[in-house]
């Protein structure tokens, strides 16, 4: 089953591939080639993430497993799900955590294993876990 990951490694691992630019604290920083050059031929061993919205129950098998084909087609090697509603997008018919919700993150899982990208999964009352009932409006 695909590992699930933490939003700290993401950040921490993120601030270090930009801490890396410069040379060992030597003062001697990479040349715009050499960073360029670092964006073009990403190692195996970076990690690159996305948030991945399931917007309004607005998900299928088939769009899912697509999903995860074009991310690692794209390099992305770590995506993180949230279920977000969004007011005015009609919601889908499968419903968040009902069976075929459960089949669905089954079977995103088990292609995430296959194609070797780490899944993490996160849930609030609002967007990003930034909102709620306890944050009211001016």
Request: hydrophobic share 40%; glycine share 12%; with cysteine.
């Amino acid at each position: 089953m695909a590992k699930i990951t933490s939003l700290f490694s993401l950040a921490s691992g993120t601030c270090l591939s930009f801490l890396s630019c410069n040379n060992a604290g030597t003062g001697n920083y990479a040349s715009f080639a050499d960073i360029e050059d670092g964006f073009r031929t990403i190692p195996d061993s970076t990690q690159i993430g996305v948030y991945w919205y399931w917007l309004s129950d607005n998900i299928s098998k088939k769009g899912v497993e697509r999903d995860l084909e074009s991310m690692k087609a794209a390099g992305i090697n770590r995506a993180f799900i949230g279920n977000i509603g969004i007011d005015g997008v009609p919601y889908g018919d499968n419903k968040l955590l009902g069976p075929e919700w459960w089949e669905i993150l089954h079977a995103a899982l088990k292609k995430a294993t296959e194609l070797d990208i780490e899944i993490g999964i996160f849930n609030g009352p609002g967007w990003s876990q930034s909102g709620g009932p306890w944050v009211k409006s001016t």
